[in-house]
């Protein structure tokens, strides 16, 4: 129950997944419990040099062309052209992911349609692919012509431009671009506009695509791992890791305010009992040393939660596997729990997955009241040596057989932002 | 460009075809006449006519500007325009 005056509560119930672990819940379930990873080996510009050699790829897509005319995705989704003709290739993974979310939480498309109550938040940064490929042709043609869906198609907003209108949204629609906690932004503010009373639902999506034009301007960063073994590419807290492992994908999650699910019987994964954010005023691109911002971000989400650090029984952490980031994450993580006596049980499911960017926070998510809906608790499979600053953090190698009560999930972005969810189990009727 | 006028009218009508919401008529087969209305039979947006007409200037090697398109409604006219536009160019010199 949050402090939100009205009371009201907010329920996550539907999922979709388009993700580099599996395109349907049961693949992804069945992944996240017998800890198999969805890294496959990669080639970027025809170039072997790049020493970028695995991603988190999304199987049974092809989205790489330029003209959404050789696009392809699976037959069971209902695509059409007028709809295809504005997106970007991280949009066919999120039109897919949101029809299997709908159809997930008992939805037809129409129950959605100009209802003034449902909202679309969505989390991606654009398609830096295609707006590559619409100034190229700017240049070329001196600026006399260019694609007239060039701009729907390519820049941040993508998403939320092209799912409204395709699914008729009337309530809300917005986009969030906090790099990698702009899910979780989409899902923290999707949550108080339901507390506030101003929605009855809203459709969080969180989509990115894998190419060079996404992922390759990481590398000039250095923080990509260059292993060509998926099961050492992404050692998220391992001694060992040397950067993160780009993925593709979208996942949605439907969220509900309590009265009005249970007034139409739905099918409830968890509560989105709490959120919190802070930022940490350092770095553009590395985290604090210590965590600051997280520390306050996770202190916040506990509080908006109304739980105490005893009471996480389990955290997805943010956990990229890149060096600094994961220290500084382990940090906070022991200033908060176990300076409070607490030992909840950690993983980064970014070690099956990649990290993908804008959506990691969505994915997350729905991978947290997956468990928490069947019952198990995802490990850490490719955590070999912790690094020494995870010394006395409780991060289990295999999946654990029983589900938590009370989760933690964590986010980090760019600039410092740190977003952080709590969610709790909801009891079956 | 010169050639069989025929030929282009069924180039015309593969594109009209392929840009065509398919909302309206979907993949039915229904048979496009000449006096349907790009915007109230076949339900173009201006989205769609604007993308259409990309398509053609880059199939063709034409340009066209958005004045031109005004006295274009119907498939018809659409093709006839087309038609024109290529005789036009094709009596350009060339440099």
Known sequence: MSSFPGGRQVLVTGLGFITPIGNDRATVSASLRAGKHGLAPVEFLGNPQIPVKVAGTVKDFSVDSTSCRDWTWPARYDLPRETLRGMAPHGVYAFCALQQALADAGLKPGDVANDDETGLFCASAGSAMLMHNNLALMHAVRGERGNPMGVVSSIAGTLNFNLAAHFHITGAVCGFVSACASASHAIGYACDEIRLGRLKRVLVVGAEELNAETLLPFAAMRALSQQSDPTRASRPFDAGRDGFVGAGGSVVLVLEEASFAKSRGASVYAEVAGWGQAADGYSVAMSHPTGAGLQRAIGRALKDAEVGAKDIDYINAHGTSTPVGDRAEAIALKAVFNAAGARPNISSTKGLTGHPLSLAGAMEAAFCVLAMKEGFTPGNPHLVTPDEACADLLLPRETLATGPATVLNNSSGFGGSNVCHVFKHWPSP | ?95
């Open chain 2, 1 to 95: 460009m010169t050639g069989d006028g025929d030929a282009l009218g069924i180039v015309i009508l593969a594109a009209v075809r392929d840009f065509m919401p398919k909302r309206n008529l979907g993949n039915s087969g229904v048979e496009l006449r000449p006096d349907m209305k790009l915007m109230e039979d076949l339900g173009y947006d201006s989205l769609a006519v604007a993308e259409t007409v990309f398509f053609f200037e880059d199939l063709f090697k034409v340009r066209i500007q958005n004045t031109e398109l005004m006295s274009v409604r119907t498939i018809g006219e659409l093709q006839k325009f087309v038609v024109q536009k290529l005789a036009e160019n094709a009596s350009k010199p060339t440099a």
